[in-house]
């Protein structure tokens, strides 16, 4: 008989804790979806983050060969029109597309090629450098030089590269400095 007055006491869930039960489950699933759905649009740019991160270091390298090489001098290593409105320098200012380098070798500047730059990858083959190579224009980056004169021997230089992902705008900025000993 106790065994049959033990089973009795014992219930089971009832309606609403298992209406609370299910809800926490929905909640805690759709948190890890949008998790997951941020990460896959994170990843979807994440060869342009790439692409990005290295136009801006390559332009801060033109910037220091330009120096090095004696290219331009060190009174041109500006901005055109600058913090002055008329720096005098080489480099042009505002957001410009990616264009390839000109003559002097320098981004950015007045003799730069009306080509946009491209990105070249693989074709089907799997081969770089054949035929089926899927050559992809760059235009929808922007590049924009800044260079501010902190003293009579140095600079900030900051290069911001700015491009979309879907919707997304999406910026890589790198800042450094320079002097005028190479």
């Not at 609403?16 to 759905?37: K, M, Q, R, Y």
């Not at 979309?164 to 890589?172: D, H, I, P």
Request: proline share 3%.
């Amino acid at each position: 008989m106790d065994a049959l007055r033990g089973s009795q006491d014992q219930r089971g869930f009832g309606l609403v804790e298992t209406v609370i039960g299910l809800s926490i489950l929905a909640f805690g699933l759709l948190g890890i979806g949008a998790a997951f759905s941020q990460g896959m649009r994170s990843m979807a740019g994440s060869n342009y983050d790439i692409l990005a991160r290295e136009k801006a270091a390559e332009t801060i390298e033109s910037v220091f060969t330009s120096r090095d090489t004696k290219t331009v001098s060190w009174a041109e290593i500006r901005n055109v029109q600058g913090e002055t409105g008329s720096d005098g320098g080489v480099f042009l200012d505002g957001e410009l597309p990616l264009r390839l380098a000109g003559d002097d070798g320098l981004l950015n500047t007045e003799d730069d090629a009306e080509e946009i730059e491209t990105l070249t990858q693989a074709g089907p083959d799997g081969e770089p450098g054949t035929g089926d190579d899927i050559v992809q224009p760059l235009t929808g980056f922007t590049r924009q030089i800044l260079i501010i004169q902190l003293g009579p021997t140095l600079r900030r230089l900051r290069v911001v590269v700015r491009y979309k992902v879907g919707a997304e705008a999406r910026q890589y900025e790198i800042v450094t400095y320079i002097s005028s000993y190479a």
